[in-house]
């Protein structure tokens, strides 16, 4: 089974930028992959998706004009582009694939496979 390592995480004064990238043990051409994210005393949520070809992109309202997501299917990598931090961003942010999707999918929920996560901080 595919492993996920999230890399990139830090501290981060509001307005800044961070880049997570995210490590697949193997290929993840067939996944959809995506990010979420998990605040202290909150429940996960989602934050972006891209298809399995890297064609179709769904970003949560809360971040849409701010993050990006981007896929590498011969790195086997993905990344999540973050500008314009702001304090509600802080959380532990997790890459997750999705294996039973279809060609264009971009799901927001179903993923079962999940790296361990990485602390991103948002603090002046």
């Known amino acids: 089974q595919v492993q996920l390592v999230e890399s990139g995480g830090g501290l981060v004064q509001p307005g800044g930028s961070l880049r997570l990238s995210c490590a697949a043990s193997?290929?993840?051409?067939?996944?959809?992959m995506a990010w979420f994210r998990q605040a202290p005393g909150k429940e996960r949520e989602f934050v972006a998706v891209?298809?399995?070809?890297?064609?179709?992109?769904n970003i949560a309202d809360s971040v849409k004009g701010r993050f990006a997501i981007s896929r590498d299917n011969v790195k086997n990598t993905v990344t999540l582009q973050m500008n314009f931090l702001e304090l509600e961003d802080t959380a532990v942010y997790y890459c997750?694939?999705?294996?039973?999707?279809?060609?264009?999918?971009?799901?927001?929920?179903?993923?079962?496979?999940w790296g361990p996560g990485t602390q991103v901080t948002v603090s002046s």
């Open positions: 891209i298809s399995q070809g890297g064609t179709v992109r």
């Open positions: 997750a694939a999705r294996s039973r999707t279809v060609s264009g999918a971009v799901p927001t929920s179903g993923y079962d496979i």
């Open positions: 193997g290929r993840i051409s067939t996944f959809a």
